[in-house]
């Protein structure tokens, strides 16, 4: 691999022990992927901010890194509480306490402590064709896919060693070659709301784990569609990029001509949905939409479906959303409709990465096919896996029938 | 003496008897992060302690958490000595580098077992068995 005299000095120690490391980290990986230089990056975004996903050994590696600051705008996941309302959640106060202590280790690096899983909604989108070593594994897909940004599914520790030195290897999603097309998938089904585009990244994942495909017949694609599709089709397989005809920055010099077919049906999706559900009926404890975090359209439709309604005094009905998407929010009248109807929004954190198993709930309703991933083992609940409008329904009634 | 080439991924020498797994290593799942203690019902280390040793094993698997938990055990004075890979994969070479722990791959044979006094010198690309 290829260095410059500036890097090769760094690796000797000459800047510290933690850039030395941290640069070790990224031509490691280099060396793994048979990379022939290492290429700056223009942001990074960070995953192991949990104090549940870290450890207490992930913390005593982010301390360890401080007084090195990052070198490029930096920001992390969703932490496992909201920073502010914690104790109202419900969160036990010795999990609070050793989360705040991660958020301060982050902080003293001089990251930018926005705790979201989607920093593209809230002033940190990357351009296209932009190199950038981001970690949560749903704004990878998106930002590869809907802005055609470059980034390969970094580690939390290899997203950290990127902030330390500004730098990745060049290989894999950075390089064009490896960004076109592998396989064409025709889709069929009818997609009506956001959770049937959550199915949809769901049986794309699962079918074709290391593909990049070609989506033909997916219509009204915006911002909310492509960040439900991006989440499940990056939990359900390795997706890390996708192209929708018609609609994402780099399908048409990626056209799917020649490729194996494969095709998404009325029965897929449904399939989903009952495959995702280990439940069928009964009461619910927790209604969690914000996965990925919502942004102002949706919080704003959940305020219109809530009006002069109560949600059910056995339910919470819980958003999860980022900070600067809230205070807009708050701002337009959104989250006090929300909370008038008993409903409430929180910030910084979300349903999987909470220690939700800690906290007295064992049901709960969602409308990504993520988190239904994901909740089962990461929270030890049971779950059903419905569209918003059903999700919101179960928060009024308090069970599923 | 056998003297094995192979490819450096994390640097420093260390030796130490061999311990050698034909299966998968997860460090998040196979290995207990308190006691380093194989744990995985049906591994072929099954019961086997990793400290101490030059760990070989052809391939890891699982959560990026894995890096985490190597970084643990070292901290604990419970981290193998050195490892040997056939293939190395991100998520231990991450740890093994944030550890200190020298790491290789690809070694022209793959032809290893334990109980053997072994040297991995990686800044040398190079282990040697005797």
């Keep these: 691999m290829y260095l410059t005299n500036e890097q090769e000095a760094i690796l000797r120690g000459e800047e510290g022990w933690a850039r030395k490391k941290c640069l070790e980290i990224i031509v490691g990986l280099g060396e793994i992927y048979g990379a022939d230089r290492l290429i700056p990056v223009a942001s990074t975004q960070i995953s192991g901010v949990s104090y549940k996903t870290l450890g207490e050994y992930g913390l005593q590696w982010v301390e360890s890194l401080s007084p090195s600051r990052v070198a490029v705008p930096s920001t992390l996941n969703p932490a496992g509480m909201d920073l502010s309302l914690w104790s109202e959640m419900g969160v036990p106060e010795e999990f609070a306490y050793k989360q705040m202590r991660v958020i301060r280790a982050y902080e003293k690096l001089g990251i930018i402590t926005l705790c979201s899983c989607t920093p593209y909604l809230a002033g940190m989108a990357p351009r296209f064709g932009e190199h950038v070593a981001w970690a949560e594994s749903s704004a990878v897909c998106f930002v590869n896919s809907y802005l055609g940004a470059r980034t390969n599914r970094e580690g939390g520790p290899s997203a950290l060693a990127s902030a330390i030195t500004g730098l990745t290897a060049y290989y894999g999603l950075h390089l064009e070659e490896n960004r076109k097309s592998t396989v064409e998938v025709e889709v069929s089904a009818s997609l009506v709301g956001l959770s049937d585009y959550s199915a949809l990244g769901y049986c794309l994942g699962k079918m074709l784990p290391q593909d990049i495909p070609y989506l033909k017949g997916v219509s009204n694609f915006g911002v909310e569609e492509a960040k439900a599709l991006s989440a499940s089709a990056a939990a359900s397989g390795n997706m890390a990029l996708y192209h929708v005809e018609g609609v994402t920055p780099e399908a048409e010099k990626s056209n799917s001509y020649g490729l194996e077919r494969h095709r998404v049906d009325d029965k897929d999706l449904k399939g989903a949905y009952e495959e995702l559900s280990t439940l069928r009926s009964g009461r619910i404890d927790l209604v969690a939409l914000g996965c990925p975090h919502t942004s102002l359209t949706e919080l704003r439709a959940a305020a219109a479906l809530l009006k002069g309604r109560k949600v059910s005094p056995t339910t919470k009905l819980w958003f999860f959303t980022s900070l600067p998407v809230k205070v807009l929010a708050e701002r337009l009248g959104v989250v006090r409709e929300i909370e008038g109807a008993g409903g409430k929004v929180y910030t910084d954190c979300c349903m999987i990465v909470a220690p939700l198993e800690r906290m007295g709930f064992s049901s709960m309703a969602v409308n990504s096919a993520k988190a239904a991933v994901y909740a089962p083992t990461a929270s030890k609940v049971d779950v059903v896996f419905t569209t918003f409008e059903k999700c919101i329904t179960i928060a009024l009634e308090g069970r599923l029938t | ?130």
Aim: charged share 25%.
């Design chain 2, 1 to 130: 003496m056998r003297v094995i080439k192979c490819r450096k991924i994390s640097s420093g020498r260390a030796e130490g008897l061999s311990l050698f797994s034909p299966a998968p290593i997860s460090f998040f799942g196979t290995i207990d992060p308190e006691t380093s203690v194989v744990i995985e019902k049906n591994h072929p280390l099954y019961g086997e302690k990793i400290a101490g040793k030059i760990l070989i094993y052809p391939t890891g698997r699982g959560s990026t958490v894995g890096s985490y938990v190597l970084y643990g055990l070292s901290r604990r004075g419970l981290a193998p000595e050195a490892i040997i890979m056939r293939d190395a994969e991100p998520i231990v070479a991450v740890g093994a580098i944030m550890s200190d722990i020298p790491l290789v791959d690809k070694p022209e044979s793959f032809d290893f077992r334990s109980g053997l006094h072994t040297v991995v010198d990686a800044d040398r690309r190079e282990i040697i068995l005797t």
